[in-house]
């Protein structure tokens, strides 16, 4: 029997030959002048490839965009220029630089195209985090967090510098690693940061389109570029500052930094055809020019969408008076329906608005640029918005479809509207936009009322009337909600609503002229008191949400029941009417064929033969210039008086 420890010997050396030979390679590799020149020459010429790219680039901007100055871009494309075109030099001269004493010397010529790449690709982080809060906040603090930021390090680096040319001391070397470790893991953190946040607002924008699906993917790739980019650089960093055998930038290590820069280089060039372009850019311009025939496409579209109709979201517009805590309001529906499981989505119609203090999934912000609306047609405030809001409804088909493809997933729909209410409830837009959601959804509106301020019967019947033409208006059920209720209980309001006599004794304690109109006016409004579902709610406290979502079950059923049906009703009527008037042209024109008998129709005279109506309107022309003539004699004697007058008057 053969002995087993003979027969194994064979197998392991045949395991340990392969490491064997590819460990003695890697150090022949390392130790090999003509690999090192080899490697080192290459990536030499690799990065002076990259920064001929960008120089490329650079020029191609400056050319073909003059008028831009320099932006962001530019700035982005001549750093990556410099950084390449040093770092090239660097390779190109590796054994000077690497042999190089005093060592700080080697240090400063290896760390200054570091610095550049950090100044560099954190702009790129100041793009995504500009994009992320352009419309909300000002972005000059960011940029001069991005200057400070730079200045810090550049001023550490320096100082660190100085003092290893004094001292020449390795702890230097160690604290300069573990700094710039833990700068890299913070810049890291930033992009995913921001970059999370662009693609979520990304994903909330309403085009449903390429361009769309184009910038999302492109937030998607450069954060992911560039946290990959310097969380390597922080793991290499951090690493080699506790063991010195992992350093990459030594000569006997080649290898290593052929792989290492190969990577970072294909990461740079992949980033480099990302522009930095802002995603949620619209030509303002261009969509004006467009606006009333997309008004009336939408319009033909929401009615034709009907037949499309699902039960499920429920539409709650919400409107209200400036400061009766609207936004407030429908923050705490947002935070009800998270806290209940109920599925909600949220749209903003308010372009002015600084922030909100809820997530918006669609934003109009986002789409149209308000202050820039105000800037480009010379517009105030209240202008600015109601532009803004026309130049949304012509995309709102798109909203619509958005919302419908969310359909089984959603339970509501909180609609927040600008605080000047008029320009929503009285505007065409507005119109648009009510009639769009209604011809698709069930949908209700919501009027939040100031309750401690509505105490003063004057100012209840002026909200009570305001209730009554938004009801007579959008044709949709109303739900009152009166806000504030944790300051002042609205047990009066439904008083004065319910009993018509205690609100004509609130009334009698004023006797101003305006109290006998108030007088008049709670008698025609008792009816619309029955048809009006009203509740009240504190957007502090949360009191009275339940019952404002039973209001609103019960109001999105009446819409199917009632509303549903008159809608329905009104768009067969208007159907029938265009069946009748084509059938009423369609008539004309078989009668015209009719009693033309084969011969040529001139539809607009009814006249049988094409010379006789060549005939015609020649003779028309003649009557045409005749009567011209006369006129400029009438003219020319008007003027001769006016001249008379005028010269007795100076006279």
């Given at each position: 029997?053969?002995?087993?420890s003979v027969m194994m010997?064979?197998?392991e050396?045949?395991?340990?030959f392969?490491?064997?030979?590819?460990?003695?390679w890697w150090e022949?590799v390392?130790?090999?002048?003509?690999?090192q020149d080899?490697?080192?020459?290459?990536?030499?010429?690799?990065?002076?490839?990259?920064?001929a790219?960008a120089?490329?680039?650079?020029?191609?901007i400056?050319?073909?965009?003059?008028?831009?100055?320099w932006t962001?871009q530019?700035v982005?494309?001549?750093?990556n220029?410099?950084?390449h075109g040093?770092?090239?030099?660097?390779?190109r001269?590796h054994?000077?630089?690497?042999?190089e004493?005093?060592?700080?010397?080697?240090?400063?010529?290896?760390?200054?195209?570091?610095?550049?790449?950090?100044s560099?690709?954190t702009?790129?982080?100041?793009?995504?985090?500009e994009?992320?809060q352009?419309?909300d906040?000002?972005t000059d603090?960011l940029?001069?967090i991005?200057?400070?930021?730079?200045?810090?390090?550049?001023?550490?680096?320096?100082?660190t510098?100085?003092y290893s040319w004094?001292?020449?001391?390795?702890?230097?070397?160690?604290?300069?690693k573990?700094?710039?470790?833990?700068?890299?893991?913070?810049?890291?953190?930033?992009f995913?940061h921001?970059?999370r946040?662009?693609?979520?607002?990304?994903?909330?924008?309403?085009?449903?389109?390429?361009?769309?699906?184009?910038?999302?993917l492109?937030?998607?790739?450069?954060?992911a570029?560039c946290?990959?980019?310097?969380?390597?650089?922080g793991?290499v960093?951090?690493?080699t500052?506790?063991?010195?055998?992992?350093?990459?930038d030594v000569?006997?290590?080649p290898v290593?930094?052929?792989?290492?820069?190969m990577l970072?280089?294909?990461?740079?060039?992949s980033l480099?055809?990302?522009?930095?372009?802002?995603s949620?850019?619209?030509?303002?311009?261009?969509?004006?020019h467009k606006?009333?025939?997309?008004?009336d496409k939408?319009?033909v579209?929401?009615?034709?969408s009907?037949?499309?109709?699902k039960?499920k979201?429920?539409?709650i517009?919400?409107?209200?008076?400036?400061g009766?805590g609207k936004?407030s309001f429908?923050?705490?529906?947002?935070c009800?329906?998270?806290?209940s499981?109920?599925?909600?989505?949220?749209?903003?119609?308010?372009?002015a608005?600084m922030?909100?203090?809820f997530?918006a999934?669609?934003?109009?912000?986002d789409t149209?640029k308000?202050?820039e609306v105000?800037r480009q047609?010379?517009?105030g405030?209240?202008?600015?918005?109601m532009?803004s809001?026309?130049?949304?409804?012509?995309?709102?088909?798109e909203?619509v479809n958005?919302?419908e493809?969310r359909?089984?997933?959603?339970?509501?729909?909180f609609?927040d509207?600008?605080g000047?209410i008029?320009?929503f409830t009285w505007?065409?837009?507005g119109?648009?936009?009510?009639?769009?959601?209604a011809?698709?959804?069930?949908?209700?509106?919501t009027?939040?009322?100031?309750t401690p301020?509505?105490?003063?019967?004057?100012?209840f019947?002026?909200?009570?009337?305001?209730?009554?033409?938004?009801?007579?208006k959008?044709?949709?059920p109303?739900?009152l909600?009166?806000?504030?209720?944790d300051?002042?209980?609205?047990?009066f309001?439904l008083e004065?609503m319910?009993?018509f006599?205690?609100?004509?004794?609130?009334?009698?304690s004023?006797?101003?002229?305006?109290?006998?109109l108030?007088?008049?006016?709670s008698?025609?409004?008792?009816?619309?008191?029955?048809?009006?579902?009203?509740?009240?709610v504190?957007?502090?406290?949360g009191?009275g949400m339940?019952?404002?979502f039973?209001?609103?079950?019960a109001?999105a059923?009446?819409?199917?029941?009632?509303?549903?049906?008159?809608?329905?009703?009104?768009k067969?009527?208007?159907?029938?009417?265009e069946?009748?008037?084509?059938?009423?042209?369609?008539?004309k024109?078989?009668?015209?064929?009719?009693?033309?008998q084969?011969?040529?129709v001139v539809l607009?005279t009814?006249?049988?033969?094409?010379n006789?109506a060549?005939k015609?309107?020649?003779?028309?022309d003649d009557d045409d210039?005749?009567?011209?003539?006369?006129e400029?004699s009438d003219?020319?004697i008007?003027?001769?008086?006016e001249?008379?007058?005028?010269?007795?008057?100076?006279?």
């Amino acid at each position: 029997m053969r002995d087993s420890s003979v027969m194994m010997i064979p197998v392991e050396m045949a395991q340990t030959f392969p490491a064997a030979a590819m460990k003695n390679w890697w150090e022949e590799v390392n130790e090999s002048a003509q690999w090192q020149d080899g490697i080192f020459f290459s990536l030499c010429g690799a990065y002076a490839l990259v920064s001929a790219i960008a120089l490329v680039k650079l020029m191609w901007i400056e050319i073909s965009e003059p008028e831009d100055g320099w932006t962001k871009q530019t700035v982005f494309y001549l750093l990556n220029f410099v950084f390449h075109g040093v770092r090239a030099v660097l390779f190109r001269f590796h054994h000077e630089v690497f042999l190089e004493h005093p060592k700080v010397i080697c240090w400063i010529l290896l760390d200054l195209p570091v610095l550049l790449f950090f100044s560099a690709y954190t702009l790129v982080l100041l793009f995504l985090a500009e994009t992320d809060q352009e419309r909300d906040l000002p972005t000059d603090k960011l940029r001069e967090i991005y200057i400070r930021g730079n200045v810090i390090v550049y001023f550490l680096q320096v100082n660190t510098w100085s003092y290893s040319w004094k001292k020449d001391a390795s702890s230097v070397e160690l604290v300069e690693k573990i700094f710039m470790a833990v700068v890299s893991f913070i810049v890291a953190l930033g992009f995913l940061h921001y970059g999370r946040r662009l693609y979520s607002r990304l994903r909330g924008f309403p085009t449903e389109s390429a361009e769309r699906m184009k910038k999302r993917l492109e937030a998607v790739s450069v954060t992911a570029i560039c946290f990959t980019s310097f969380l390597i650089k922080g793991i290499v960093v951090g690493v080699t500052a506790f063991d010195s055998d992992l350093r990459l930038d030594v000569l006997d290590r080649p290898v290593q930094n052929l792989i290492y820069y190969m990577l970072k280089i294909l990461q740079e060039l992949s980033l480099m055809d990302h522009p930095m372009e802002s995603s949620t850019e619209e030509n303002i311009v261009e969509e004006s020019h467009k606006l009333v025939d997309s008004l009336d496409k939408l319009s033909v579209s929401a009615a034709s969408s009907s037949s499309n109709f699902k039960k499920k979201p429920i539409i709650i517009i919400v409107v209200g008076m400036a400061g009766s805590g609207k936004t407030s309001f429908l923050h705490r529906l947002v935070c009800e329906t998270f806290e209940s499981k109920k599925r909600g989505y949220v749209l903003n119609l308010d372009p002015a608005v600084m922030s909100l203090p809820f997530g918006a999934n669609i934003d109009i912000r986002d789409t149209v640029k308000y202050k820039e609306v105000m800037r480009q047609y010379n517009l105030g405030p209240n202008g600015g918005i109601m532009t803004s809001l026309n130049l949304f409804a012509t995309k709102f088909d798109e909203v619509v479809n958005v919302i419908e493809k969310r359909a089984d997933q959603l339970d509501y729909v909180f609609v927040d509207t600008p605080g000047q209410i008029e320009i929503f409830t009285w505007s065409a837009s507005g119109a648009i936009i009510t009639e769009s959601f209604a011809s698709t959804f069930p949908t209700v509106v919501t009027y939040v009322v100031d309750t401690p301020r509505s105490t003063s019967p004057i100012t209840f019947m002026s909200n009570m009337l305001y209730a009554c033409s938004i009801l007579y208006k959008t044709r949709l059920p109303l739900v009152l909600a009166f806000n504030k209720t944790d300051v002042a209980d609205h047990k009066f309001a439904l008083e004065w609503m319910d009993d018509f006599e205690v609100f004509q004794a609130a009334i009698q304690s004023d006797n101003s002229y305006t109290s006998t109109l108030a007088n008049s006016l709670s008698l025609s409004l008792y009816e619309f008191y029955r048809n009006i579902r009203s509740v009240g709610v504190s957007a502090i406290s949360g009191a009275g949400m339940d019952d404002f979502f039973k209001a609103i079950e019960a109001s999105a059923t009446e819409y199917m029941e009632t509303y549903k049906a008159d809608l329905d009703k009104r768009k067969a009527e208007k159907e029938q009417l265009e069946e009748e008037r084509r059938e009423k042209e369609m008539e004309k024109l078989r009668k015209d064929m009719e009693s033309s008998q084969g011969g040529t129709v001139v539809l607009n005279t009814g006249l049988k033969d094409k010379n006789a109506a060549e005939k015609m309107m020649v003779e028309d022309d003649d009557d045409d210039e005749d009567f011209k003539i006369e006129e400029d004699s009438d003219d020319a004697i008007d003027e001769d008086e006016e001249d008379e007058e005028m010269n007795r008057f100076y006279l």
